[in-house]
């Protein structure tokens, strides 16, 4: 639910880089390729790791161990995904690499943009939409494919090309198979209209009885039950098949675990050193509750130097929300653009008692909010290519309120982003006046850092819930309403003054950045992610649009933001800052008022009047104006690449190089740490 992830105004940032955000110390070739591949709605970047020659050796090395574990858990973000992505990456990868025919032919690039795009989504399903990528070449094509490709390059499992094309072709151009890896339309079964592969043979409602019966509302530590399983009815019996080293995905954990171990060897300090042992401790036996005890030394752990995230941590793609998919990030800390974080989060006690919630949900003590800006060096399993550009973990929401949390934000991600998008024309098209164009140029970087540690340190962290309330009552509503909620706190604080005096911003121009960027993505811009005719259904999408829409609705009778039309062109222009900001401070009153008293009903009102539907003219009108631009909306990166220094047999340090080829590193991958059977 923490996740944060980069939002459309990003793209159409320039780049200008004010104290605070510390992209500036990173490396300014000109040479240096930020973007080195596009293809359908996508496009690939590269991020640099700036500041990794000043860690030690020894944190080089820790660096390199936790990379090699990242890259261990690839398989199983797919296997995840689906049932059968395992099976088509085979196929496809088989058929890239041995196919005998023209390889000039349109037909052929037809093919190789799919299986650019199934690498991207991890799966036969959009990674965003979460809808099945329907290929733009014929079936009859894909068995010329097949049957011109030497057997030796597809696995044994499959049986050869006859079994291949009666098993496979089905599953990628039958569109009723399969058609959505996560549904969340109220009413239906979730389960059985999901493609995950979470669950098998039961129903929603068996799962939901299933765990029901597991959770005690009772206990001060309930277990995250169902985060490391998948739910299958055997024999009539339903029952989970525990993700571990002895069980399901076990040929995947064990080799994650053996880069642990040697991670161990070359642990910063003590805490460190328990932490990764309890993480293995819990990939060994499978049981939450050394998971929890896992995050609780995780989230104490503020002295290292070198972090990470690996694990089954986020349950997006759950549609019931219990199963988490497997995901890591290594990272170390930016010392000087933590300085931030570092004053947002020192003041969070102030925050907290200044927000317009009321007094009886807001947290007496904000306890551990800690915060800082990470430097990325590696990204694996559901992180990897399209990657947050914040975290805020753990997840379970006890230990949050006894422990704290952590909060990230990855500065070098969002200044790729930065950099890769400098001068592509996106802001000209959508913003209303050469002058909030100009203003964005000057505060638009710093203002999107601001909102991010906001949303990240503060915004998720703050409220508590009314007693008896466990926090799971808004339940598909709940992911909405946690982003609306984290959103709203950055930005009812982004323009108080309380910034500009803790040295944050210069001035609260940037704040007004901020408003007009986020009202103008949330009603507008965002809609180019969108499928024409199509519903928005992400989580953090519906979040914008139902906060920004809810604005100008609210906002009408005193014209706070007013839809401006010029030569056909459609615009939303902030005309009164002061008192948008009193309308977001309405709206995060009433949210947490939701969150805390589990007011579904109300939740769901909400959601469903402002943040599903879409205008269909203005979304055909956005989408015009967008597709000139020739704009990919979605950005995912490759990793760099970081290899051993060997002394002897010993790995003595570590050194990094920046690949550039997209399907390279993918194949790469698919050949070094591919440990799974294709069907799990
Ligand atoms: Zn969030």
Not at 284 to 309: A, C, H, M, P, Q
Not at 349 to 371: I, L, N, Y
Not at 519 to 528: D, H, Y
Not at 585 to 590: A, F, H, I, S, Y
Request: aromatic letters at 12%.
């Amino acid at each position: 639910m923490r996740k944060l992830l980069i939002s459309v105004f990003m793209i159409g940032l320039y780049g200008v880089l004010l104290s605070g955000c510390d992209a500036n110390k990173q490396q300014k070739e000109d040479s240096f390729k930020w973007q080195i591949d596009q293809f359908a709605d996508l496009r690939i970047m590269r991020y640099q790791i700036p500041e990794f020659d000043s860690l030690s050796p020894q944190e080089r090395v820790l660096v390199y161990y936790l990379s090699e574990a990242a890259k261990c858990g690839r398989d199983i973000i797919w296997d995840q995904n689906y049932k059968y992505n395992l099976t088509v990456r085979n196929v496809l990868e088989g058929i890239y690499k041995g196919y005998k025919g023209d390889r000039n032919s349109e037909d052929w690039n037809k093919f190789v943009v799919y299986l650019k795009r199934v690498w991207f989504s991890n799966g036969i399903h959009h990674h965003y939409s979460t809808d099945k990528i329907m290929p733009n070449f014929s079936e009859e094509y894909f068995a010329e494919l097949v049957k011109s490709t030497p057997e030796e390059n597809f696995s044994k499992e499959l049986g050869g090309s006859d079994e291949i094309l009666k098993n496979v072709s089905p599953i990628i151009f039958d569109p009723k198979i399969a058609p959505k890896r996560v549904n969340q339309v109220a009413g239906e079964d979730l389960v059985a209209t999901s493609a995950c592969n979470y669950y098998e043979g039961v129903s929603q409602a068996e799962a939901e009885a299933f765990y029901s019966k597991m959770m005690n509302p009772n206990d001060p530590a309930p277990i995250s039950y169902g985060l490391n399983s998948k739910l299958v009815k055997k024999d009539g019996v339903v029952k989970e098949k525990v993700w571990k080293e002895d069980g399901m995905y076990g040929s995947a954990i064990q080799h994650i675990v053996y880069w642990l171990q040697k991670a161990v060897g070359v642990a910063e300090n003590e805490t460190q050193r328990k932490t990764i042992e309890a993480l293995i401790d819990y990939y060994k036996s499978g049981d939450l509750k050394t998971f929890d005890e896992y995050n609780i030394l995780w989230v104490g752990d503020l002295i290292s130097r070198v972090d990470f995230v690996n694990g089954f941590i986020e349950n997006y793609g759950d549609p019931l929300g219990y199963k988490a998919s497997w995901e890591s990030v290594v990272d170390f800390k930016n010392v000087e653009a933590t300085r931030r974080a570092e004053i947002i989060s020192k003041n969070a006690q102030w925050f907290e008692d200044h927000s317009p919630v009321d007094s009886q949900f807001k947290k007496k003590e904000v306890k551990g909010v800690s915060a800082k800006v990470i430097t990325v060096a590696q990204l694996g399993g559901d992180c990897y290519p399209s990657t947050p550009i914040g975290i805020n973990l753990p997840n379970a929401d006890w230990i949050r309120k006894e422990h704290g949390s952590k909060s990230v934000t990855m500065d070098n991600i969002t200044y790729a982003y930065d950099q890769a998008a400098q001068g592509n024309g996106f802001m000209d098209e959508f913003a209303w006046s050469k002058e909030e164009v100009e203003m964005n140029n000057k505060y638009g970087y710093l203002a999107s850092c601001l909102h991010t540690d906001l949303h990240e340190c503060l915004g998720h962290g703050s409220g508590q819930l009314a007693p008896g309330v466990k926090g799971d009552e808004l339940k598909n509503y709940g992911s909405t309403l946690e982003e609306a909620r984290a959103d709203l706190f950055a930005l009812y604080y982004i323009m108080d003054p309380k910034m500009v005096e803790l040295g944050l911003m210069p001035s609260l121009d940037g704040g007004k950045v901020e408003y007009s960027s986020y009202i103008r993505n949330g009603l507008m811009a965002q809609l180019t992610r969108v499928e024409l005719g199509k519903d928005i259904e992400e989580a953090h999408m519906r979040n914008r649009q139902l906060i920004a829409a809810w604005c100008y609705d609210n906002g009408k009778s005193d014209n706070v933001i007013e839809k401006k039309v010029r030569d056909g062109k459609t615009y939303f222009v902030v005309n009164d800052f002061g008192k948008l900001r009193e309308l977001f401070g309405t709206l995060l009153k009433e949210i947490q008022r939701i969150k805390s008293t589990g007011d579904y009903e109300a939740g769901k009102a909400l959601v469903e009047k402002y943040a599903v539907k879409v205008d269909y003219d203005l979304h055909k009108e956005v989408l015009d104006r967008y597709n000139k631009l020739h704009l990919a909306p979605y950005g995912g990166f490759v990793n760099p690449s970081i290899e051993p220094v060997l002394q002897g047999d010993s790995v003595v340090d570590a050194k990094v190089t920046y690949p550039d080829d997209y399907a390279k590193q993918m194949l790469e991958y698919s050949d070094k740490y591919s440990f799974l059977p294709l069907i799990n």
